[in-house]
């Protein structure tokens, strides 16, 4: 069983960062992929990011290839995400989730409740 508490969102201008944090409970964590899902109002849930069990691999959707960047700190069993240069179509809830193994796939078992981000123009 992993139980995932995202932290960090909040309101921020355009051109803003924010860092999301996303604190894992159970031995697991580490072995595990890790990833980062958003959901904008009246859209579908979208891939954001994904790092791999030990961190050496990570995976952005296009949109947000060199604004944020995803990591994880396994001895805290926590996994990050750094957004920078933020634009109002990064208005979304954020949802941590969790891969059922050590790297990153299309399914995962276990997601966070989400923290919103709203980015004012």
């Known amino acids: 069983q992993v139980q995932l508490v995202e932290s960090g969102g909040g309101l921020v201008q355009t051109g803003g960062s924010l860092r999301l944090s996303c604190a894992a409970s159970?031995?697991?964590?580490?072995?595990?992929?890790m990833a980062w899902f958003r959901q904008a109002p009246g859209k579908e849930r979208e891939f954001v990011a994904a790092i791999n069990w030990s961190g050496g691999n990570t995976y952005y959707v296009d949109s947000v290839k060199g604004r944020f960047t995803i990591s994880r700190d396994n001895a805290k069993n926590t996994v990050y995400l750094q957004m920078n240069s933020l634009k109002p179509e990064d208005t979304a809830v954020y949802y941590c989730?969790?891969?059922?193994?050590?790297?990153?796939?299309?399914?995962?078992?276990?997601w966070g409740q989400g923290t919103q981000v709203t980015v004012s123009s």
């Open positions: 159970g031995r697991t964590f580490s072995s595990r992929a």
């Open positions: 989730a969790a891969n059922p193994g050590g790297y990153s796939s299309s399914y995962y078992d276990y």
